[in-house]
Structures are given as C-alpha cells and as structure tokens.
C-alpha cells in the first residue's frame, strides 16, 4: 500500500533526470538570444495574459495559510508543468489542444471546489496538484511550440519559456502574500477571503472549460 502520494511523484523526476542522456546532442546546444526571447514570452504568459493560469495559483494560494504550505504546493505544479513542457518539446508528444484548453479550465474548478469542501481526498491534494500542473504544462507547451525560434534550439526555447513562466508565477505570489498574508491568522479569513475568492476561482474554471468546449 502506498503510503504517501509523494511516492507517486518518484517516476517522472527519473524522467526528468534520465531525458539528457536520452536527446540528440544537437537538441542541447544552447542560445541565449532565443533563451532570453522565450523568458520574456514565458512571463508575458503569466503576467498579464494568462488569465487561467493565474486563476491556478490564486487558488493555491487561498487553499494555503501558511508560506511554507503555499511555496511546497507551488513547487509541486512547478515540477509537473515544467516536467510536462520538457515531454511535449523535446520527445514530440501531441494532444489536442482543445481538449488541453477544457482540462485546463476543469483543473481550477476542482481545485476551487476541493478548497471549499475539503475531505479525505486533502491527503492527496499534492498529487492532484502534480496531476493539474502536467495538464497546465501542456497547455503551455502549445503556446511555446508556436515559436518560431523553437527549432533553432530547443533547449533554452524550453528552459527560458519555463524561467519566464516561473518569474511570472513567483511576481503573482508576491504580491498576494503582500496584500493577504497579515490576515492568514485571523479567525475569520477563511470565511471572508478564502471561501470567497475559491468560489469565484471555481465559477472561473467552469465558464472556461464550457466556453472552450
């Protein structure tokens, strides 16, 4: 029996560890013109474009009273997406885009309900997490690929994309944790922010997936 959802994470981040010796060599040579292009293009993905995936860790953040709990969660759909952009780009992995767009949509409106209803299933909130961060990684991977630097190097397309995406994140957290963290302790943050803002993270989430349906 599985003891914690975290074991479940061990495969892909032997993936992630093995994917050098498995590429070209040609796959490898980096660029830091088209590195320095896609961070750009990975922040401007985040901040101010991507409405959806700022929905994604509004609702991290609002299922989180703690940094320490905010920053492990974060971490986990960090290393799903980013594991998941690096599959899709450098092995040539092909899904759908709009069924990419709807699963994207429904990733934050299960999120947000799972906040408001929490259950037995918060033990593997992580793995849920890890789950909804891949899905997000292909939707990422879907604008990328759209890049027209993309096959002169695919490598720092890949790792700038994914240092924008993460300084756009890390910007998104910073201020909500300025704004919001004074008020993580009080007694009635939970009914007069959080609740709140999951419900409209969810209600978000679903006129997504119908929208893009």
């Not at 029996?1 to 032997?14: G, H, R």
């Amino acid at each position: 029996m599985i003891k914690s959802p975290y074991t479940l994470l061990a495969p892909p981040l032997l993936l992630l560890v093995a994917m050098p010796e498995i590429l070209p060599q040609e796959t490898l040579v980096f660029d830091p013109h088209i590195f320095g292009q896609q961070a750009r293009s990975g922040f401007q993905h985040i901040l101010p474009e991507g409405l959806d995936h700022m929905a994604f860790i509004l609702g991290l953040f609002f299922l989180s009273r703690t940094l320490t709990t905010l920053l492990l969660q974060t971490t986990l759909f960090t290393l799903a997406h980013s594991l998941m952009l690096g599959v899709v780009i450098l092995v040539g992995l092909e899904v759908p885009s709009r069924w990419v767009e709807i699963s994207v949509g429904l990733s934050i409106a299960l999120l947000g309900l799972e906040g408001l209803y929490p259950t037995k299933l918060e033990r593997w909130r992580p793995l849920m997490i890890f789950l909804f961060g891949g899905i997000h990684g292909l939707a990422f991977a879907h604008s990328l690929v759209q890049a027209e630097n993309i096959r002169q190097s695919p490598l720092s397309a890949l790792f700038g994309f994914n240092l924008g995406v993460e300084l756009g994140q890390l910007a998104l957290i910073a201020i909500l944790v300025v704004i919001f963290s004074p008020w993580w302790q009080k007694t009635w943050y939970r009914h007069r922010i959080s609740l709140p803002a999951l419900s409209l993270i969810s209600l978000s989430g679903l006129h997504w997936a119908w929208e893009r349906w």
